[in-house]
T-cell receptor, first 113, second 112 residues
Framework: GENVEQHPSTLSVQEGDSAVIKCTYS??????FPWYKQELGKGPQLIID?????GEKKDQRIAVTLNKTAKHFSLHITETQPEDSAVYFC????????????FGTGTRLTIIP | DSGVTQTPKHLITATGQRVTLRCSPR?????VYWYQQSLDQGLQFLIQ???????AKGNILERFSAQQFPDLHSELNLSSLELGDSALYFC???????????FGPGTRLTVL
């Protein structure tokens, strides 16, 4: 089955700096890669997603890049703000098949004011 | 707010007991997914229903079962509870299947 590895497990950055979180997946048939943000006491919130026919996607301060050949994808957050502090999860799934999401182990991002 | 609701928010029970967790998907969503989040296992897919029918199964224990009703709400039943079942249980929904999944706020289950 699919396996998703996520690094780093914790990340601290100064407010205003950029943060990068990386994930690798094992199943080359995976074609959908969402990122979720989870704040304390809340459910995962979708922040951005990318499909395998796209190499990069941007939404304001957040971007995701996908390298299908290397089977890895990354989340980039620019101009970080204190409200970006949370746990971030990457996930992968094979759509048009088993639609379950396989999640990475999470990255705890702390923004230092 | 994702539009997915889950009740109860917290549940405390004893080993050997049975509990039912409830999920109401976003309006119009046909598909419901259940996930378990624990400290040692992370977020794990349990089961998916689409328009009342089971669509996919993950590492769901035989003591656990789920169903989706005609009004599209779903229930996850956990029986013969063990200490290790203590976790956050999330429901997610999507408009169709496959599609983007939106998560509810979760139910925190504590088994004593």
């Amino acid at each position: 089955g699919e396996n998703v590895e996520q690094h780093p497990s914790t990340l601290s950055v100064q407010e205003g700096d950029s943060a990068v979180i990386k994930c690798t997946y094992s199943d080359s048939a995976s074609n959908y890669f969402p990122w979720y943000k989870q704040e304390l006491g809340k459910g995962p919130q979708l922040i951005i997603d990318i499909r395998s026919n796209v190499g990069e996607k941007k939404d304001q301060r957040i971007a995701v890049t996908l390298n299908k050949t290397a089977k890895h994808f990354s989340l980039h957050i620019t101009e970080t703000q204190p409200e970006d502090s949370a746990v971030y999860f990457c996930a992968a799934s094979f759509k048009l098949g088993n639609e379950k999401l396989t999640f990475g182990t999470g990255t705890r991002l702390t923004i230092i004011p | 707010d994702s539009g997915v609701t889950q009740t109860p928010k917290h549940l405390i029970t004893a080993t050997g007991q049975r509990v039912t967790l409830r999920c109401s998907p976003r309006s119009g969503d046909l598909s419901v997914y259940w996930y378990q989040q624990s400290l040692d296992q992370g977020l794990q897919f349990l089961i998916q229903y689409y328009n009342g029918e089971e669509r996919a199964k993950g590492n769901i224990l035989e003591r656990f079962s789920a169903q989706q009703f005609p009004d599209l709400h779903s229930e996850l039943n956990l029986s013969s509870l063990e200490l290790g079942d203590s976790a956050l249980y999330f429901c997610a929904s999507s408009t169709t299947s496959p599609d983007t999944q939106y998560f509810g706020p979760g139910t925190r289950l504590t088994v004593l």
